[in-house]
């Protein structure tokens, strides 16, 4: 089955620099590679996707790369306040259910 | 509330007690899942349900039982619960273009 695989594990970066996340995935069937931020006690919440057929996304502060040869894929936050500090997850599917294979997760921290 | 609620928010059993985690939607999205997060493995996904009467095994199904009778419900068992059941456990709905999105969660620790 995937494996997704996500670094770094924990983050700190000072307000006003970038972040960036990297996760690479196993199988080259999947298509779409959503990001989940998860604040303390809530549930996950996608804040960005990217499908197979697109190499970057972005939305305001926050973008997405994709290297499908390679099979990894990358967040990117510009500009960091301390409203994102929180842990990121990315994610990769396949098939018709689209099921998600999610990787272990980055704490990221902002710090003033 | 439009959305995905999950109940209870907390839960405390004993090992070798039954279970049940609810799960509700009211957006009568076809895909619902169930995922269970512990530190270092991220949100691994236990089943999955395409429709009221269909329902899959995901990565983690052992131990575990679910039913859809109805499109908007999808409860999780624990049949007979043990310690490493232990987590947190999130239910999911799949709106259009894959999207899914999370409840709240359920914190449950098996003692």
């Known amino acids: 089955g995937e494996n997704v695989e996500q670094h770094p594990s924990t983050l700190s970066v000072q307000e006003g620099d970038s972040a960036v996340i990297k996760c690479t995935y196993s199988?080259?069937?999947?298509?779409?590679f959503p990001w989940y931020k998860q604040e303390l006690g809530k549930g996950p919440q996608l804040i960005i996707d990217?499908?197979?057929?697109?190499g970057e996304k972005k939305d305001q502060r926050i973008a997405v790369t994709l290297n499908k040869t390679a099979k990894h894929f990358s967040l990117h936050i510009t500009e960091t306040q301390p409203e994102d500090s929180a842990v990121y997850f990315c994610?990769?599917?396949?098939?018709?259910?689209?099921?998600?294979?999610f990787g272990t997760g980055t704490r990221l921290q902002v710090t003033l | 509330d439009a959305g995905i609620t999950q109940s209870p928010r907390y839960k405390i059993t004993e090992t070798g007690r039954q279970v049940t985690l609810m799960c509700h939607q009211t957006?009568?999205?076809?895909?619902m899942f169930w995922y269970r997060q512990d530190l270092g493995h991220g949100l691994r996904l236990i089943y999955y349900?395409?429709?009221?009467?269909?329902?899959d095994k995901g990565e983690v199904p052992d131990g575990y039982v679910v039913s859809r009778s109805k499109t908007e419900n999808f409860p999780l068992t624990l049949e007979s619960a043990t310690r490493s059941q232990t987590s947190v456990y999130f239910c999911?709905?799949?709106?259009?273009?894959?999207?899914?999105?999370f409840g709240a969660g359920t914190r449950l620790s098996v003692l």
């Open positions: 999911a709905s799949r709106a259009a273009r894959d999207i899914q999105y």
């Open positions: 199988d080259s069937a999947s298509n779409y």
């Open positions: 990217i499908r197979s057929n697109v």
């Open positions: 994610a990769a599917s396949t098939g018709t259910a689209s099921k998600l294979t």
């Open positions: 957006w009568s999205h076809s895909y």
């Open positions: 349900s395409a429709a009221a009467d269909i329902t």
